[in-house]
């Protein structure tokens, strides 16, 4: 009897299929269904109970959902505003090094080889207010304070940032680098001969080169900023009075510590449209800088 088989590249995709369905799309599919559930962790019977759209409604009304979601707007914004104004001084500097610059490209790779955890703790004792190592450099220096630097609202927000900015920083610093090694000398030296100064250089060449190569990088760590969580779960834990917690940390809280994995589930489903618009943005933004270059859309 004839047997029709399946195509061999089928037969050798098959298990990564299988392993995709396993850890992504059917999680993926059980949180969106359990988002318009009452699911509790400590009443599972719930998860089987439909209410329709009422976690999201409920999200709607809620002002410290909104609260953790502006302050995540503006922890992303600053975040990658100053990782962008440092990578790109830090790669215009290392640009302009003749001797020994592998050694400093790796030296630059360091702070993205640490788990955020372990950044986390290690900030966590630099900023303490007893012991840390900021406080005492600041009372040697014959400053008689000690900053509440992970308790004050304000300092505490300022010390997470400080953490995320010297974890991932290098990315931007080695995206832009690498648009510095492609970019064509010629350009340069035409600018140099018309008589430019530095910064005509560096305004309308060098930076325009540059823009794909930014957009880039502001594309993956705006994903990456805008579900920050380990950082401000070990420093803060979203403290104090939640003046610290960002949308990941408010989702964590109300998922296991108030065991209301539904509505949990639903404030994630609605921070992922923060997610898009930013990479949306990001990405017509990078369509254009490469356009606008001739490299196409």
Not at 45 to 57: F, K, V
Not at 95 to 112: A, D, E, H, S
């Amino acid at each position: 009897m004839f047997r029709r088989r399946l195509p061999e590249w089928l037969v050798l995709l098959l298990p990564a299929f299988i392993v995709i369905a396993a850890v992504v799309l059917i999680p993926l599919i059980f949180s969106l269904y359990s988002s318009f559930t009452p699911y509790k962790l400590t009443r599972p019977s719930t998860l089987w109970r439909w209410i329709g759209t009422a976690n999201y409604e409920r999200i709607l009304t809620d002002a410290k959902f909104w609260a953790a979601f502006g302050r995540t707007v503006l922890f992303l914004t600053i975040v990658l505003n100053l990782e962008l104004i440092l990578g790109l001084c830090i790669a215009l500097m290392m640009n302009k090094v003749t001797w020994g610059q592998r050694t400093l490209r790796t030296i630059l790779m360091f702070p993205m080889m640490f788990s955020p955890i372990l950044v986390g703790f290690q900030f966590k004792f630099i900023f303490n207010d007893n012991i840390g190592l900021v406080n005492n450099a600041l009372q040697s220096m014959g400053f008689d304070v000690a900053l509440p630097w992970l308790v004050d609202g304000k300092l505490a927000m300022f010390s997470i940032i400080f953490a995320e900015v010297w974890m991932s920083t290098s990315v931007f610093a080695i995206l832009i680098l690498a648009g510095l090694f492609a970019m064509p000398r010629d350009p340069l030296e035409a600018a140099k001969v018309d008589g430019c100064t530095p910064w005509q250089t560096f305004r309308h060449i060098t930076l325009p080169f540059l823009m794909p190569f930014i957009y880039i990088a502001m594309t993956i760590r705006s994903l990456d900023v805008a579900r920050a969580y380990d950082i401000v779960q070990i420093m803060t834990g979203g403290g104090p009075a939640r003046r610290t917690e960002l949308l990941w940390t408010l989702m964590s809280r109300t998922g296991y510590v108030d065991a209301r994995m539904g509505l949990a589930n639903a404030m994630g489903y609605v921070s992922i449209l923060l997610s898009i618009a930013f990479t949306v943005y990001f990405f017509r933004k990078l369509s254009a800088a490469r356009a606008e270059l001739g490299m196409g859309g």
